[in-house]
């Protein structure tokens, strides 16, 4: 039983191990609350990237804007399927509050804070200025996880 152990110790990645930094997809994609859900989609498109990060330009913020929350493909998926996509903003539609990581924390809180906000993707901070440096999603975990195998 005990070898059983250590062979799945070793063949398992351990999400511990791994750092969100490592990851994650470096920048972030941001628009106001007020943009149009289809210049998300556009914006998306342009970039591939499966995720844009919500501001609040009216925020009490030293820095004039504050993070808001997420707007996802899926949530342009949804959007579209209830036939509302021409007629909503990125505030409207965005997923909030907006879940954050710590670029240095492991991708197994990553995978803890996903799990327990039901959300596929998070903001990454840096923990010295407190500011947006990536983003980390599901699909990043996966391909994480095959890369450590």
């Known amino acids: 039983m005990k070898q059983a152990t250590l062979e799945r110790d070793r063949t398992e990645p351990r999400l511990d191990r791994i750092a969100v930094t490592d990851a994650m997809h470096a920048g972030v994609l941001t628009c106001p609350t007020h943009t149009p859900l289809t210049a998300v989609a556009r914006m998306m498109a342009a970039h591939r990237i499966h995720a844009v990060v919500v501001f609040d330009e009216a925020s009490d913020d030293v820095g004039g804007a504050e993070l808001w929350g997420v707007v996802s493909d899926l949530d342009l998926v949804k959007a579209a399927n ?64 095959v890369k450590a195998a």
């Open 82 to 145: 209830a036939g509302e996509i021409a007629d909503r903003t990125a505030g409207g539609t965005a997923v909030t509050p907006i879940v954050l990581v710590d670029e240095q924390d492991t991708l197994a809180h990553a995978v803890q804070l996903m799990s327990e906000h039901e959300v596929a993707h998070l903001v990454v901070v840096s923990p010295q200025t407190g500011r947006p440096v990536g983003i980390i999603s599901t699909l990043d975990v996966a391909r994480a996880l």
